[in-house]
């Protein structure tokens, strides 16, 4: 959003020696000295927290507001709102006035140069902490840390994401999502989409509310961020775009309350399967999928009439079988899935008292034989036979058809390993 209260609440000097001591991510809130999500006012160059914590750095702005009882307020008073804050985590610009974040400068440039600012003190305050992990990348061939795993050694991403209020829920799933390495690797290939021109061209661009949902790609800053994820450039990675791009097309994750973390991985995958259905940059899903043969034909599970490296990996079918017990007519249907909801079964269930002992531990395997047990249905749910021409009693049993690559199963929140033929791998 082009904000027009740059120029009367952007007064601090960019290296300003008002600001606190310390890496800005560190940086303490003035009032209550909690480090969660600080801003910064980029008029008085306090520090506060965020609204999503205790709410000082929008109540800082709302005493500014408040005109003085006793005297006339000063012509420079009146210009000097306090509106305008930016946060020392992901250095995005907020006006409280606009009620939304900021995209323009002012004339002389200064929220860029205050930015520029608390990027070199952050980048300072890591110095020693990423000369460290450098010398951890260098002796490791693929440039990333190991996990030994059943006496085998696994790469994993060695890089963090920093939280954006409450989204740990979407930090959690990229996470998994980037240590999938077919997945990832998949996505870190595609190439890259420029969707900025003119006067913006070669510069960061900050999504905000008030954008068209025309000039956003999901695809393209999933693949920014597994990208970031695997440079090993920094310690932590801020996934501010893909939050804005998320908040675009998902209307259901705007804000920064807590989310299901399931729920999200459900939109995240529906929505990079269909942005792919219709090809990336003008390259087809269909022939980068060819070009790694590691994801073949076999592996491929088509939902709404096609197949991406989405379905290829996490696509499997399920079948449902429904028997009449009356005429014995048995009725098949097959369902493509991308994750399993399963529930916990009934006798781990039961709550017990602080001084009870602790019964049988529920695993994922009860989980899955608990999903795929014969069931009855009930009176409510009759199944209308063809044979009898009428509702039945009956039986129902899932069976999963084909397994998927990736086997993603909820309530138990985990996410398992298979090789396409049902053998176990890990479970993470």
């Not at 961020?225 to 998902?250: D, H, N, R």
């Amino acid at each position: 959003m082009e904000c027009p209260h740059l120029s009367s609440s952007v007064c601090i000097a960019p290296d300003s020696a008002k600001f606190p001591n310390g890496s800005p991510s560190s940086w303490c809130c003035s009032v209550c000295r909690s480090n969660k999500s600080p801003w910064v006012c980029l008029t008085c160059s306090s520090v506060h927290c965020g609204r999503y914590v205790n709410g000082h750095a929008k109540k800082h702005y709302e005493d500014a507001q408040i005109p003085l009882t006793n005297h006339k307020k000063s012509e420079k008073q009146d210009k000097v709102q306090h509106t305008v804050c930016m946060d020392c985590s992901s250095y995005s610009t907020y006006c409280y006035r606009c009620d939304d974040f900021v995209v323009n400068d002012t004339k002389l440039g200064l929220v860029q140069k205050v930015r520029e600012h608390l990027q070199n003190l952050e980048n300072s305050a890591f110095t020693a902490d990423r000369h460290r992990k450098r010398k951890l990348l260098e002796n490791s061939s693929l440039n990333s840390k190991l996990l030994k795993v059943n006496g085998s050694t696994t790469a994993i991403c060695a890089t963090g994401l920093r939280n954006l209020g409450n989204t740990c829920f979407m930090n959690a799933i990229l996470q998994s999502l980037s240590n999938i390495e077919q997945f990832c690797c998949y996505f870190k290939e595609l190439p890259a989409v420029e969707l900025r021109n003119g006067k913006t061209a070669g510069r960061r661009t900050y999504h905000t509310r008030s954008q068209g949902d025309n000039n956003v790609s999901l695809v393209e800053e999933f693949r920014k961020t597994l990208c970031a994820l695997w440079q090993g450039s920094q310690t932590a990675f801020s996934p501010e775009s893909l939050f804005y791009v998320v908040w675009k097309i998902m209307p259901n994750f705007r804000g920064y309350q807590q989310q299901d973390a399931h729920e999200f991985m459900r939109y995240l995958l529906d929505h990079l399967h269909l942005e792919l259905q219709d090809g990336f940059n003008g390259v087809s899903h269909s022939a980068i999928l060819q070009e790694n043969s590691t994801l073949s034909a076999s592996n491929k599970c088509c939902i709404n009439g096609a197949s991406t490296v989405v379905t290829a990996i996490f696509g499997g079918i399920l079948q449902n079988e429904v028997n009449c017990l009356i005429c014995g007519t048995e009725s098949r249907k097959f369902d493509p899935f991308l994750d399993l909801s399963l529930d916990i079964p009934s006798q781990f269930r039961s709550k017990r008292s602080k001084n009870q002992e602790n019964g049988p531990v529920c695993s994922l395997r009860d989980c899955l034989r608990s999903f795929t047990d014969l069931e009855e249905l009930d009176e409510t749910e009759l199944y209308m036979c063809h044979k009898c021409k009428k509702k039945q009693k009956s039986t129902k049993k899932f069976w999963i058809q084909k397994l998927p690559k990736v086997s993603v199963a909820f309530q138990v929140m985990m996410c398992l390993h298979t090789d396409g033929r049902g053998h176990q791998g890990r479970i993470y």
